[in-house]
C-alpha cells in the first residue's frame, strides 16, 4: 500500500489558560488522536461538535493561537510538519477550505482574492466556470455573495493553488442537499486526480457516499477508523458502539438520539470516554486507563468490547 502523504499520530493538543484565583492551568482538547490521509483518496472526519475535529485542522496548517502546546507527531511525505515546514507547504503543497466564509477579506473582491499573487485572471474562471460562479461574481465583495456561492469561492482558493492535500473544514453548512452532494462529488474529483482531501464534517450520510474511509471523533480523540462501505453497508459492519449510534441517528435510519452528553474536556472520565452514554459499559471500561486503538475486522477501533 502507498505511503500516506499525511500522518498523525497520537497527536495531544492543550491550551495554556487561567482559571479561579488567576492559577495557570493546562487544557488538554485533543489526546492521542491518529490518522493517515493517502494520495488518490477522501478521508472523512465526523463527530459531534466540540469533538476537536477543527482543531485537528488547525494542527496539520500550523494556525493554532499562541497559547497551544503540541505534542504527537505530524508528518508530510514522511518528512516532519515542523512549524517551518508548515509555513513553507501552506497554501501551495497543503491548501485549507475553512469552515467561516469570514475567513474571505471583506474588503476585497472575490475574484482577486482567489487568484493571490500566483495565478491569473484566466486560472480564477476556469476554476470558478468548474464550479457554476458566472465570470461576474470575481468583482463582487464577500457580503454580495450567497451562502452557496461564499462557500464555492472558498473551494475555488483551494483548488487554484493545485494542492497535494486539501484539508476541508465543514465545507457544506448553508448549501441546499444539492450543493452539498456538489461539493463533495468536487472533492471525490480532487482524491480522483490524484490528491489526498482530509473533510472535516457533521454530514455523515454525504461523507460516506464519497469518502474512502471514515475516522469518528469523541471527546477529542479518535474512536474508529473503518472503510466508508462499512458505514453504507449498516451498524452490523462498525465496531463502535458510537459509530453505531452515529449511524443510527441519521434520518433515513430512525433518527435514534443517544441520552447523555459528551464530556467537557476539562472533566474527562477514567477509561472509555464513551462510556458513559454506552450500552454495552461493564466495569472493565472504566477501571483502566484511556484505551488504546486495536485492528478489529480490518478496521481500528478504541473499544474493549469491540470483536
Excluded at 466540540?50 to 505534542?71: C, F, Q, W, Y
Excluded at 497543503?94 to 482567489?114: H, K, N, T, W, Y
Aim: charged share 25%; with cysteine; aromatic share 6%.
Amino acid at each position: 500500500m502507498e505511503a500516506p502523504l499525511l500522518q498523525v499520530e497520537n497527536l495531544s493538543v492543550s491550551f495554556v489558560q487561567y482559571g479561579r484565583g488567576l492559577r495557570q492551568c493546562e487544557l488538554e482538547v485533543i489526546s492521542n488522536l491518529s490518522l493517515e490521509a493517502r494520495a488518490g483518496e477522501i478521508v472523512a472526519v465526523v463527530g459531534a461538535s466540540g469533538s476537536g475535529k477543527s482543531l485537528l485542522a488547525h494542527a496539520i496548517l500550523g494556525i493554532l493561537p499562541e497559547n497551544s502546546r503540541v505534542s504527537g507527531a505530524l508528518s508530510f511525505e514522511g518528512e516532519p510538519l515542523t512549524p517551518e515546514a508548515q509555513a513553507r507547504l501552506r497554501g501551495s503543497r497543503i491548501a485549507f477550505i475553512p469552515q467561516s466564509v469570514e475567513c474571505l477579506d471583506p474588503l476585497m473582491r472575490v475574484g482577486v482574492q482567489v487568484r493571490g499573487l500566483r495565478h491569473s485572471r484566466a486560472e480564477q474562471r476556469a476554476i470558478f466556470k468548474r464550479y457554476g460562479l458566472d465570470e461576474s461574481v470575481e468583482r463582487l465583495y464577500p457580503f454580495e455573495l450567497s451562502g452557496g456561492m461564499a462557500r464555492r469561492v472558498l473551494v475555488s482558493t483551494a483548488v487554484i493553488e493545485d494542492a497535494d492535500l486539501i484539508v476541508a473544514d465543514e465545507p457544506t453548512p448553508g448549501l441546499t442537499h444539492e450543493m452539498a452532494v456538489e461539493a463533495m462529488r468536487t472533492f471525490r474529483d480532487i482524491a480522483d486526480a490524484g490528491k489526498a482531501v482530509v473533510v472535516i464534517t457533521h454530514d455523515l450520510d454525504l461523507a460516506y457516499d464519497v469518502a474512502d474511509r471514515i475516522v469518528v471523533f469523541y471527546a477529542g480523540t479518535t474512536l474508529e477508523v473503518a472503510d466508508a462501505a462499512d458505514f453504507r453497508d449498516g451498524p452490523d459492519r462498525l465496531r463502535h458502539p458510537y459509530s453505531k449510534a452515529l449511524w443510527a441517528a441519521l434520518p433515513q435510519n430512525g433518527f435514534v438520539p443517544v441520552p447523555g452528553s459528551q464530556p467537557y474536556a476539562g472533566d474527562l472520565p477514567e477509561g472509555c470516554l464513551y462510556a458513559a452514554r454506552c450500552p454495552l459499559r461493564t466495569e472493565e471500561c472504566t477501571a483502566r486507563g484511556r484505551v488504546p486503538m486495536r485492528e478489529v475486522r480490518g478496521g481500528k477501533v478504541r473499544c474493549v468490547h469491540a470483536a
